[in-house]
């Protein structure tokens, strides 16, 4: 059995979909994303805050009953604690230890230099689910690991020479936050790796774009310095008149005392 907290939710068994009510979805979401058994009393509060505890306890209790019905056992409870059933697979926990080994860059992992690891470092934790607290706080650290994650791997696949996978989890990284210079730093040298110093280039304006656009700050020279061929654009001070493009000497016609020829010079007399 496996469930799907990436992209969204989807529990299955051999690849055929498992329905469940909402309520049962994020019951059995919240668990697994807890990774350990807890309190009846703390789940109930967790989930269903805003209400009385005798409420929220009528709540987890409608909602244990919803999961019973799928016919398969998916939490395992007692008459004080309740956990994820330990057969169910869970995506992010697969893609969060992946993402821990990437970090750890004193050990090979290129086992893990995949086009399936890629991809669940692109994809956000239940990205539908942002109207609760609990799940925002997921979100936001899963999105952390992803980020640094995809970064690593990028390095990683630079350094081993594979260029185009590098270059696929540099685009993933930058896409995932685009305000990230790191990202676009790793996708630069990606590029520049691969011998590709036009693609470079047009990353290394992508990123001075919107970094000016958005925040209203010029690339750091770090960054500028990984395209040495491109000048950098200081931003004029505040106030300051454009400056005008030098203008060519003016070419006038003269004529010789001597005789009638006229020839070419260069400004008046």
Known sequence: MTLRLLKSFALSVDHKRVPLSSSAQRLLAFLA?????RTRTYVAGMLWPDVTASRANANLRSS?????RTGHQVIDASTQELAIARHIDV???AAATRAHQLLDMAHPCDDILTAQTRADLSSDLLPEW?????????????HELRLYALEAMTERLTAAGRHGEAVASGLAAVRAEPLRESAHRVLITAHLAAGNRGAALRQFEQCRRVLLDELGLEPSQALRSLV?????HPPAP?????????QKPRRVMVRRPASDVLVEGAGGR
């Open 33 to 37: 994303l807890q990774d350990m058994p």
């Open 64 to 68: 244990l009953w919803r999961a019973t």
């Open 91 to 93: 995506d992010i926990h």
């Open 130 to 142: 942002s109207e609760n607290e609990w799940v925002l706080i997921e979100q936001e650290q899963y």
């Open 228 to 232: 040495p061929s491109h000048p950098p």
């Open 238 to 246: 505040e106030g300051a008149a454009p400056q005008k493009a030098p």
